[in-house]
């Protein structure tokens, strides 16, 4: 392999977390576009408020770790300035919601109505709503020696009020605070008779402002305010000192909703005595405070954009297609991939194929064995529900099951526990790696001999997000394929010595360097003058040494085109430096969730190879996970993956957005090609090959 020389020293690359943030602005974009309907719109808004809840429960708060340590490079600066884009972005979040969305549903006649707003008829529902289904549940708190500041749970909804004169003791207890029970719907839907014509709604937080006075009879609040805490809830356990792993996690979950406080939400009508007391208790600076001119927390809008009544609000129904050439319906799929192997683009393609391949895996006698991996599979699942019934019939069926993934650890420790009960062999991957291959491998009897099939995927075993994330599935009885997916299963069941599978490539042992060997044919062949290409589609490109490689290839006249759809750290069009590479993220109706890597170093056929992949370029994939990809050798099935997932996404001028130097970026166009849209297109109520 090719020594890559260094980059430049005065290279600096772009902030990870300011990069996530930079991803989240473009995704509030599409809550401002005209051409997205509006309660989409308003489902965009709620995206970045779940997103943003995610960056600081994990990215922020290991920044937060990384500050104080000399070592790691991250300073209080740069904190101070990762907070203050927060702060931009959810300034701008608000004055969208209240500026634009909001004013376009009204004029729809889809409208919330605050306390003013209501009429006496609504009131006085609002007030029997209360007494019946509020009331009962809250138990106010008043501080005092005897009741100090209560333990508030990671995102729970509580209020904080000031109170005048003494309690029923004759305590002087000025501060009370009321936690919003999450069994409560945060939306109500006001009965139609009473809407004035109108789809009229009242939030849970203002259905308890307009009653809070009455939890504490003869006193009068003379301030308050929602409050939300956001806390450090990255799951750590050590693996090396539990002895189960399953275990030591389930009781860790009780735990991570009291992690420590990195963020405070409250309304920005809050007074400052209440805002500093807050700030006190849960030992926070000024800095971590965040005033919203709205409902605390966003996320929970999605009830109201479900319970509306008005589709054409919303986007058209999509139904993806059944690839009817290379598998058509009613047939064996055993026998259909032992003619070809088979492509699945998502969600222009159904995932049901895959869902079928293990239907008919667990009903046929002559499948003895499945294996697979789990990483976000849901807490409600076909296929594990499949799973547990081969397991049942008699099947030798192992799971590799990540017990580690991040907010899905109960789900999966469930299944796991579920799995076990029935006795399928559940392994929980490699000490200190996060097992995020996605494999599924059937052994079949055929006649005298044993017959594997196999399906990878860039994305997750779960046939409800397939529905709206962009991923590549790929179904194949190709013997070497099969054999690498079997040595991947062994590695992770037995932890005996790698051995590089021919076909496979897998991390942490050789994807990584694999790539940068790639790269190095790419460069070697420029500067030969040879034609050279790189394009990647990723969500993240965050590795320092693929980042090296990437613009020293470029720099020997390679042309390199990346789309990244999250955050980016390589600045692109740095003249002299990175001003041959392009980088472009697409936002679009579905989540761009493939990952892809073409390379091409000169003009022979065995100079070109594309491969599919659960990792990102990121360390973390690259380095400390178990990763798989694999090349696409079918001439047509590569050029299909070209066609479709790579040429659309360079040319998409409608939903694209391009990277700057300085690490913004900028929407290319307001009008022409949407990639997404014309794949909708050309595939939707259409059998593809």
Known sequence: MTQLPAVPPSLTLLNREQAILEFNRRVLAQAQRDDVPLLERLRYICIVSSNLDEFFEVRFADMLDAARDPGSGITARDVERVGAAAHELIDQQYSIFNEQVMPALKARHILILNHADRNEVQRAWVARFFEREVRPLLVPVGLDPAHPFPQVANKSLHFIARISGKDALGRDTRIAIVKVPRVLPRVIKLPAAIGDGRQAYVLLTSVIRAHLEELFPGRQVEAFSQFRVTRDSDLEVDEEEVANLRHALRSGLTTRHFGRAVRLEVVNTCPEELSGFLLEQFQLPAAALYRVNGPVNLVRLNELIDMT??????????????????????????????????????????????????????????????????????????????????????????????????????????????????????????????????????????????????????????????????????????????????????????????????????????????????????????????????????????DAELIQGLIVAAQAGARVDLIVRGACMLPPGLPGVSDNILVRSVVGRFLEHSRISYFRWGDAEDQEVLYLSSADWMSRNMLRRIEVAWPVLDAKLRQRVIDEALQPYLHDSLDAWQLSPDGRSHRVSSQGLSAQQALMARFGGESSA
Do not use: C
């Not at 996060?434 to 017959?451: D, Q, S």
């Not at 409800?464 to 997916?485: E, N, Q």
């Not at 042992?509 to 050279?532: I, Q």
């Open 309 to 542: 009544e008005a589709d054409e609000l919303r986007f058209q129904p999509y139904e993806p297609a059944w690839p009817q050439r290379r598998l058509p319906r009613g047939k064996s799929m055993f026998e259909q991939l032992k003619k070809h192997d088979v492509l699945l683009h998502h969600p222009f393609e159904s995932f049901e194929p895959v869902v079928q391949l293990l239907r008919e895996a667990v009903a046929d006698p002559d499948v003895l064995a499945i294996k697979q991996t789990v990483y976000r599979t849901g807490s409600k699942s076909e296929l594990m529900d499949l799973l547990i019934e081969a397991a049942r019939r008699g099947k030798e069926v192992m799971v590799v099951v990540e017990l580690k993934a991040r907010f899905d650890e109960e789900a999966n420790i469930n299944w796991a526990e579920r799995l076990e009960a029935v006795g399928a062999q559940v392994v929980y991957g490699i000490v200190g790696l996060k097992t995020h291959a996605k494999l599924l491998l059937v052994t079949r009897r055929e006649g005298n001999k044993l017959r594997r099939y196999v399906h990878l995927s860039t994305g997750n075993y779960n046939p409800k997000t397939a529905r709206f994330y962009t991923d590549l599935g790929y179904l194949s009885a190709d013997p070497d394929l099969t054999a690498d997916a079997d040595t991947v299963f062994r590695q992770l069941a037995s932890l005996s010595k790698f051995k590089a599978p021919k076909r496979l490539l897998l991390a942490p042992f050789n994807l990584h360097s694999r790539m940068l060997e790639f790269l190095g044919r790419v460069t070697e062949a420029a500067r030969a003058g040879y034609k050279s290409r790189v394009v990647l589609k990723i969500n993240a490109l965050t």
